[in-house]
């Protein structure tokens, strides 16, 4: 009995957090869109980790992970030196940056975070909200804000793919009082990907960064439901045998 009170103990624990990282997930008050589940999909996981060495790993790190675990998502060490090995790292590296941390600080006012883990801590649909909604905003020392994370210090990395755009806001009115109210984008520039194109690939770059949070999910659900099934059949079994020790008694 007290095993099974430390149990629901837990579970309420987990749930509680659970709930208190979507409300943090969500204090922009933005509301965050369903990132695709890709986790089974090879094909994106290997585009999100190209998009993820290209374009992310030059200001954040992903100490947690070495090039070589990514032959888990299909990848052979000829294809990660060839195509995600550009400053002389080896295979079995960690996914390191150069870039100081004290100079870091400086130019965006705060040093970027590891990202090993960031979509267990932030969520998925956080992220894939959040690299879709950066915007235009010349307050801002980088040029740049975003609709999630409210005057964040990142610059949009990615606009080359996206363009750039405005967002458009409109003063709400109402019985709680007013505020601005989002109500679009207006597109300034085009990018070398349409908006289609471009979610498609901030899907398979969410899936990795998901994915890289804990490399073994995959490996350890199908261990999971098999586990289950077991379980199933065993307890098909007991209960038959069961049966047959308890019929002579009935």
């Given at each position: 009995?007290?095993?099974?009170?430390?149990?629901c103990?837990?579970?309420?624990?987990?749930?509680?957090?659970?709930?208190?990282?979507?409300?943090?997930?969500?204090?922009?008050?933005?509301?965050l869109?369903?990132?695709?589940?890709?986790?089974?999909?090879?094909?994106?996981?290997?585009?999100?980790?190209?998009?993820?060495?290209?374009?992310?790993?030059?200001?954040?790190?992903?100490?947690?992970?070495?090039?070589?675990?990514?032959?888990?998502?299909?990848?052979?060490?000829?294809?990660?030196?060839?195509?995600?090995?550009?400053?002389?790292?080896?295979?079995?590296?960690?996914?390191?940056?150069?870039?100081?941390?004290?100079?870091?600080?400086?130019?965006f006012?705060?040093?970027?975070?590891d990202?090993?883990?960031?979509?267990?801590?932030?969520?998925?649909?956080?992220?894939?909200?959040?690299?879709?909604?950066?915007?235009?905003?010349?307050?801002?020392?980088?040029?740049?804000?975003?609709?999630?994370?409210?005057?964040?210090?990142?610059?949009?990395?990615?606009?080359?793919?996206?363009?750039?755009?405005?967002?458009?806001?409109?003063?709400?009115?109402?019985?709680?009082?007013?505020?601005?109210?989002?109500?679009?984008?207006?597109?300034?520039?085009?990018?070398?990907?349409?908006?289609?194109?471009?979610?498609?690939?901030?899907?398979?770059?969410?899936?990795?960064?998901?994915?890289?949070?804990?490399?073994?999910?995959?490996?350890?659900?199908?261990?999971?439901?098999?586990v289950?099934?077991?379980?199933?059949?065993?307890?098909?079994?007991?209960?038959?045998?069961?049966?047959?020790?308890?019929?002579?008694?009935?």
């Amino acid at each position: 009995m007290k095993t099974i009170l430390n149990l629901c103990k837990a579970g309420l624990l987990a749930l509680s957090i659970s709930v208190a990282g979507l409300g943090l997930a969500n204090e922009a008050g933005y509301p965050l869109d369903k990132a695709p589940d890709r986790l089974n999909d090879m094909s994106a996981l290997q585009n999100g980790a190209k998009i993820f060495v290209n374009y992310c790993l030059n200001c954040h790190s992903a100490v947690s992970m070495r090039y070589n675990r990514l032959r888990d998502i299909g990848l052979s060490d000829e294809q990660i030196k060839q195509n995600l090995l550009f400053t002389g790292e080896k295979v079995g590296d960690l996914m390191k940056i150069s870039m100081i941390e004290k100079e870091s600080k400086e130019w965006f006012g705060k040093a970027p975070p590891d990202l090993s883990v960031e979509a267990r801590s932030r969520g998925s649909d956080w992220i894939y909200t959040y690299l879709r909604t950066f915007y235009r905003d010349d307050s801002r020392p980088t040029g740049w804000n975003n609709l999630v994370y409210k005057n964040v210090g990142m610059p949009h990395i990615l606009w080359e793919l996206q363009g750039e755009r405005v967002a458009k806001f409109e003063e709400a009115k109402g019985e709680h009082g007013g505020g601005e109210h989002f109500v679009g984008f207006e597109q300034l520039t085009p990018g070398k990907m349409n908006q289609q194109e471009f979610d498609n690939n901030m899907g398979d770059l969410t899936a990795f960064l998901t994915w890289m949070s804990e490399p073994g999910q995959l490996q350890r659900k199908r261990i999971g439901v098999i586990v289950l099934l077991f379980l199933a059949v065993f307890t098909v079994f007991a209960w038959r045998l069961n049966a047959a020790y308890w019929k002579s008694i009935h």
